[in-house]
C-alpha cells in the first residue's frame, strides 16, 4: 500500500473527535431530557393531587365506574342515518356486548346545543321487523331507551316497520307514565345490521342514559341477544359525561407550554386545555422552516434522539388517549415518553400520572410539552460541534494527506533518480539531484549523491586507469629500452646476447601494450572531442573496403552498399577506426577460403553498418560483455599482437558517439557471426 | 671539434643511456637534472644541441622556460623537446616555442640519433648559401631539404623535423597515396595511428595559418595521406 493510503487511514483515526463529541451530546441530551421529564413528572403530580380539590365535579366523574361519553358538537344532528354530521366525532364508540361478550351495537353519544346526539350501528344480521303498523314491536329487533333528567325517567322503543322506517314507542316509566315527547329518529338498514340516529332532549348536564340493544334471531322467538348499558335484562343507567370539558382551574396552574388532558379509567378525554407553544404541533408550520432547520432536526432525528414512540393516538382531538403512558398510568405507574411532533423541529414529552381515589386509579392526568429549546439547544451545540469536528477531521486527513503526498513525491523522485543514475553499463550518468532540505529523505538523498559521486569516482579512475599506467610506465619503460639499446652496442659474448635479445623482445611488446592502453584512453578523448561533419557513409565505406579487401587476401571480401550516396552527419575518421577494429576483429576468425561481408543498411531513422564473417559461433558466456573494455575472448587465437580487448570497446563507444548502439549476433543459418552498428548520427553541433 | 649537445632530464638512468649511446656515435654529451644546473651551464656557454624533458623534477614546466630562454639568445639552436605523453605534443606546438621537434621518451636511439645527425645538417646547411641545396618545388610548396626549409606560397612555414619529413615523403611524390606505415617510417618514428593523424593535422594547422585556402592535404581515410597533384 503507497505512503498515501497508509496516511489516509492514520488519519481517521481523527474520526474519533466527531464521534466523541456525537456521543458526548447525545449523552447530555439524554440527561437534559430527564431533567425536562422529572419537571414534567412533578407538574402532572402536582395536578394529579390537587384535582380534587381544584376540580370536583370532574373528580366526581372520575369516580364514576361507568360513564356515558357523550362528545361536543356545536350543531344537533340531521337524523337522517348518516353518520358525516359526526365528523371525526364518528370514533371510540362505547361497544355493547351481550352476555356472550360480542360486541353487539356501538354507540356514539354527542351533546349539541339542545340535544344528546345518539348514533347506534347495531349489528344484526337476523333483521325482525314490528310487522305493519308495528304490532310486533315487542319480539322485534329492537332498541329500548332510556333518559332520567330532572324530569325524570322516560323510555322509548325504537323498532322499525318495515325496512327504513322508524317508529318510536314510548315505554312506560317507573312513574306508570308514559313520555309524551317523541324523538326525532332515523332507523337506516345496513348490510350487516341496522343504524339508528336519534336525538334526545338535553336540558343541562346532568343525564343519565340507559340503552338496551334486543336481537331477536327470528320472527315469533322469544329469546332475543340483549346488549345494554346495564347489566341483566333491566335498564341500567349510566352517567353522561361530556368530552374535552375546559377546566380553567386546572389550566391556571399549567406550565406555559403544556397541555392537559384528563382521561378516565377508559382513557376518555373527560378534560383539555393548556396548548403546547404556538406552531410547534403543527405541520403548517414547516413552511416557515428554512432548511438549516430541517436539516438540524434531521440530524437530531437520526443521530441524537434517543428511541422514541409514534405520534399515533396522541392527537389532541381524539376521543380517547390509548396510548402507552395512559395504559401504564391506569395500572398505577406514572409514565413518561417523547414522541416526534407533527412540525419537524420539535419533540413533544408526554407524561402520564394517575389520578387516585385512596389505592383505586380513577382516571389519568396527561401532560404534554414540546421540547424546542433543547432541540435548538443541543442541535446548535450538536451541530457546532459535528461541524467543527467535521471540518477538524477533513482538515485533519487532507493536510496528512496531502503532506503524504508531497512526502511520497520526493521519496519517489528520489526512487526515480536513483533508478536513472545508473546507464545499464554501470556508468553514473552524474545528474541525481542532491536535497538541501534538512531531513531524513533530504539525508537519503544527500548520501545517495555521496555514493554515487563515491561510485563515479571510482569507475573513473578505473576508466582511465589504463590510461593513467601507460603514462606512468612510460619513463620506466624509456629507461629499460635505452638501457638495452646502449647494451647492444658492447661488446657481449654470445651467451650473454641472448638475454639481450629476449629482454629487448620482450620491453618492445611491453612498448605495444603501453600504446595500445595509451590508446583507449586517447581515443576516449577523441571521441569526447569529436566534431561532427557531414559526409557520404558509403563512400567512406567503400573507400574503406579497397584496404580491407587487400588485407583479407585469401578470404572473400563482399561488399554490399546501396548506390545511392547515404548522407550522414558524424566523424568518419572514429567511424573508420571503428570499422578497422571490426575488420580486424573478423579477420582473426575468418578461416582461410571464408568470408567477410560489409554492408551499409539504411533504415528509418537510422542506418545499419554491418560486418558479418564466416567462422564459429560467439562464446557463449561472455556474449554481453564483448563491448566492454579490456575485455578478451580470443581463446586459442594465436596472436603476434597484443590484444586487450579494446577494439570492440571502442566500436561501442564509437556507436554511441552517433547516438547508436552496437550489437554481435549469431547469423541465423550458424555460419558465422554478425556484428551489427545501427547510428542515428551525431546531432549538430 | 666534436658537437655539443646538452641534456636537460630529471630521471638519471635515462640521461645516462642517451649520454652513452650519443657519445658512442661521438659526440660531447653533457647532462643536466633540473634547469637551474642547464640554465647556469649555458650562460656560460652554449651548447651545440639541446635535449629537453618538459617536466623537470619539480618545475612541470621546466622545459618550456628553458626552451624560451635558450630560444631568447639564440633562433638558430636545435631544440628538442623530449616528453613521457605524446598528448603534449598539442600543447607544446600550440606554445610555439619555436622547438624544432618533440617526441616520446620511447623512440629509439637510432631515430633520435636520426633526427640530431638531420639537425646538425641543417645548421651546416643554413650557414651555406642557398644555392646548394635540394629544392624541391610543386605548386606553391618549395622544400629545402638539407635546410629543412619549407615554405608555401613564398611564405616560411615552420616545421619540426618530424613534421617536415611527413611532408617531404607526402609531397615528394604528390598525387601518390602515402599509408601511416609509410609516413611512420620517413618520420623515423613508431607510434599508432592516431599520433600520425594529429602530426597531420598540426602539419595543416601551420599551412593554414600561412595560408588560409590551403588543402593540399588528403585525408583518405584507411588508406592514408597524399599531398595534391
Known amino acids: 500500500m503507497p505512503l498515501r493510503m497508509k496516511l489516509l487511514l492514520i488519519a481517521l483515526v481523527a474520526a474519533v473527535f466527531p464521534l466523541a463529541g456525537w456521543r458526548f451530546v447525545a449523552q447530555m441530551e439524554l440527561t437534559l431530557r430527564d431533567s425536562h421529564e422529572q419537571a414534567l413528572v412533578a407538574a402532572s403530580r402536582m395536578l394529579a393531587s390537587a384535582l380534587p380539590q381544584l376540580a370536583a365535579p370532574l373528580y366526581e366523574q372520575l369516580r364514576d365506574p361507568a360513564l356515558l361519553h357523550a362528545r361536543s358538537m356545536h350543531l344537533d344532528v340531521e337524523v337522517d342515518g348518516y353518520p358525516d354530521d359526526w365528523g371525526p366525532l364518528y370514533a371510540d364508540p362505547e361497544e355493547l356486548r351481550d352476555a356472550q361478550g360480542r360486541v353487539l351495537a356501538s354507540l356514539y353519544l354527542g351533546s349539541g346545543p339542545s340535544s344528546l346526539n345518539v348514533l347506534l350501528d347495531v349489528s344484526d344480521s337476523s333483521r325482525v321487523d314490528a310487522g305493519p303498523d308495528g304490532l310486533l314491536a315487542e319480539f322485534a329487533d329492537q332498541v329500548q331507551i332510556g333518559l332520567r333528567d330532572r324530569f325524570g325517567e322516560r323510555r322509548w322503543r325504537i323498532v322499525s316497520v318495515d325496512r327504513n322506517s322508524v317508529v318510536v314507542l314510548p315505554l312506560t316509566g317507573p312513574d306508570g307514565r308514559e313520555p309524551s315527547l317523541s324523538l326525532p329518529a332515523s332507523w337506516s338498514e345496513r348490510p350487516d345490521g341496522y343504524r339508528i340516529e336519534l336525538r334526545l332532549p338535553r336540558f343541562d348536564q346532568t343525564q343519565a342514559v340507559a340503552l338496551k340493544v334486543l336481537d331477536f334471531p327470528a320472527p315469533g322467538a322469544n329469546l332475543p341477544r340483549i346488549a345494554g348499558t346495564g347489566s341483566g335484562p333491566d335498564l341500567g343507567y349510566r352517567n353522561v359525561a361530556r368530552l374535552w370539558q375546559e377546566q380553567a382551574s386546572l389550566d391556571r396552574l399549567l406550565p406555559r407550554g403544556t397541555r392537559m388532558r384528563v382521561l378516565d379509567r377508559s382513557a376518555y378525554v373527560l378534560a383539555r386545555g393548556g396548548n403546547l407553544r404556538p406552531g410547534s404541533d403543527s405541520a403548517e408550520d414547516d413552511d416557515e422552516l428554512s432548511l438549516l432547520r430541517w436539516l438540524r432536526a434531521l440530524i437530531y432525528r437520526h443521530l441524537l434522539a434517543p428511541p422514541m414512540g409514534s405520534s399515533e393516538r396522541y392527537g389532541f382531538n381524539q376521543l380517547r388517549a390509548t396510548v402507552a403512558p395512559v395504559d401504564s398510568a391506569l395500572t398505577g405507574t406514572p409514565m413518561s415518553a417523547w414522541r416526534p411532533a407533527a412540525s419537524q423541529a420539535s419533540v413533544i414529552l408526554s407524561s402520564a400520572m394517575p389520578v387516585l381515589d385512596g389505592d383505586e386509579v380513577i382516571g389519568v392526568i396527561l401532560l404534554e410539552q414540546t421540547s424546542d429549546a433543547l432541540l435548538i439547544w443541543t442541535n446548535r451545540a450538536l451541530g457546532g460541534l459535528l461541524f467543527g469536528g467535521l471540518l477538524t477531521m477533513l482538515a485533519a486527513a487532507a493536510i496528512l494527506f496531502g503532506y503524504a503526498g508531497y512526502l511520497s513525491l520526493r521519496i519517489r523522485t528520489l526512487r526515480n533518480a536513483a533508478e536513472n543514475a545508473l546507464t545499464p553499463e554501470g556508468r553514473v550518468l552524474g545528474n541525481f539531484p542532491r536535497s538541501s532540505v534538512a531531513d531524513e529523505i533530504g539525508d537519503l538523498s544527500r548520501s545517495f549523491a555521496r555514493l554515487l559521486d563515491q561510485v563515479s569516482g571510482y569507475t573513473e579512475y578505473l576508466r582511465t586507469l589504463g590510461g593513467k599506467l601507460s603514462h606512468e610506465l612510460a619513463t620506466p619503460l624509456a629507461v629499460v629500452k635505452s638501457s638495452l639499446e646502449n647494451l647492444e652496442q658492447e661488446?657481449?659474448?654470445?651467451?650473454?646476447?641472448?638475454?639481450?635479445?629476449?629482454?629487448?623482445?620482450?620491453?618492445?611488446?611491453?612498448?605495444?601494450?603501453?600504446?595500445?592502453?595509451?590508446?583507449?584512453?586517447?581515443?576516449?578523448?577523441?571521441?569526447?572531442?569529436?566534431?561532427?561533419?557531414?559526409?557520404?557513409?558509403?563512400?567512406?565505406?567503400?573507400?574503406?573496403?579497397?584496404?580491407?579487401?587487400?588485407?583479407a587476401q585469401d578470404r572473400e571480401f563482399r561488399l554490399d552498399l546501396p548506390a545511392h550516396p547515404v548522407p550522414f552527419r558524424g566523424a568518419p575518421e572514429l567511424l573508420h577506426q571503428a570499422l578497422d577494429k571490426l575488420v580486424d576483429n573478423a579477420l582473426g576468425y575468418t578461416p582461410p577460403g571464408g568470408w567477410i561481408r560489409l554492408a551499409l543498411e539504411p533504415r528509418i531513422g537510422a542506418v545499419d553498418i554491418v560486418l558479418a564473417n564466416n567462422g564459429p559461433p560467439l562464446p557463449q558466456r561472455m556474449q554481453d560483455r564483448l563491448f566492454d573494455s579490456l575485455i578478451s575472448v580470443r581463446d586459442g587465437r594465436s596472436s603476434t599482437a597484443p590484444h586487450l580487448g579494446l577494439g570492440l570497446y571502442i566500436v561501442r563507444l564509437v556507436a554511441e558517439l552517433h547516438q547508436g548502439e552496437v550489437s554481435a549476433s549469431d547469423l541465423?543459418?550458424?555460419?558465422?557471426?554478425?556484428?551489427?552498428?545501427?547510428?542515428?548520427?551525431?546531432?549538430?553541433a | 671539434m666534436a658537437r655539443q649537445i646538452a641534456i636537460?632530464?630529471?630521471?638519471?638512468?635515462?640521461?645516462?643511456?642517451?649520454?652513452?649511446?650519443?657519445?658512442r656515435y661521438g659526440y660531447e654529451v653533457h647532462g643536466y637534472a633540473s634547469r637551474a644546473q642547464a640554465s647556469t651551464a649555458f650562460a656560460l656557454r652554449m651548447p651545440d644541441l639541446v635535449l629537453v624533458d618538459i617536466g623537470l623534477g619539480d618545475e612541470p614546466e621546466g622545459g618550456?622556460?628553458?626552451?624560451?630562454?635558450?630560444?631568447?639568445?639564440?633562433?638558430?639552436?636545435?631544440?628538442?623537446?623530449?616528453?613521457?605523453?605524446?598528448?603534449?605534443?598539442?600543447?607544446?606546438?600550440?606554445?610555439?616555442?619555436?622547438?624544432d621537434d618533440y617526441l616520446t621518451k620511447d623512440i629509439s636511439l637510432q631515430h633520435l640519433l636520426a633526427r640530431i645527425v638531420s639537425l646538425f645538417r641543417r645548421v651546416e646547411a643554413l650557414s651555406l648559401p642557398a644555392g646548394k641545396d635540394q629544392l624541391l618545388e610543386h605548386g606553391s610548396l618549395s622544400l629545402q631539404a638539407d635546410r629543412m626549409l619549407v615554405s608555401w606560397k613564398g611564405e616560411e612555414v615552420p616545421l619540426t623535423v618530424t613534421e617536415f619529413w611527413i611532408v617531404h615523403a607526402m609531397s615528394r611524390y604528390p598525387g601518390h597515396v602515402k599509408s601511416r606505415d609509410q609516413l611512420m617510417s620517413a618520420a623515423q618514428v613508431v607510434v599508432d595511428e592516431a599520433t600520425i593523424t594529429s602530426h597531420i593535422k598540426r602539419i595543416r594547422k601551420k599551412f593554414v595559418a600561412v595560408d588560409a585556402d590551403f588543402d593540399a592535404i588528403d585525408t583518405l581515410h584507411g588508406i592514408g595521406y597524399r599531398w595534391k597533384a
Open chain 1, 491 to 551: 661488446a657481449l659474448p654470445e651467451s650473454a646476447r641472448i638475454y639481450a635479445e629476449r629482454a629487448s623482445s620482450g620491453a618492445v611488446r611491453l612498448a605495444a601494450l603501453l600504446r595500445t592502453l595509451s590508446q583507449a584512453a586517447r581515443i576516449e578523448n577523441a571521441i569526447a572531442a569529436a566534431e561532427s561533419e557531414e559526409f557520404d557513409l558509403a563512400a567512406v565505406l567503400r573507400g574503406a573496403a579497397g584496404g580491407y579487401r587487400d588485407l
Open chain 2, 8 to 23: 636537460v632530464e630529471d630521471e638519471p638512468a635515462i640521461r645516462a643511456n642517451y649520454s652513452d649511446a650519443l657519445k
Open chain 1, 668 to 684: 541465423a543459418d550458424s555460419t558465422g557471426v554478425e556484428f551489427r552498428m545501427r547510428i542515428k548520427g551525431m546531432p549538430a
Open chain 2, 64 to 99: 618550456f622556460d628553458l626552451c624560451r630562454e635558450l630560444r631568447q639568445r639564440s633562433t638558430t639552436l636545435p631544440i628538442i623537446f623530449l616528453t613521457a605523453r605524446d598528448s603534449d605534443f598539442d600543447i607544446i606546438s600550440g606554445l610555439r616555442l619555436g622547438a
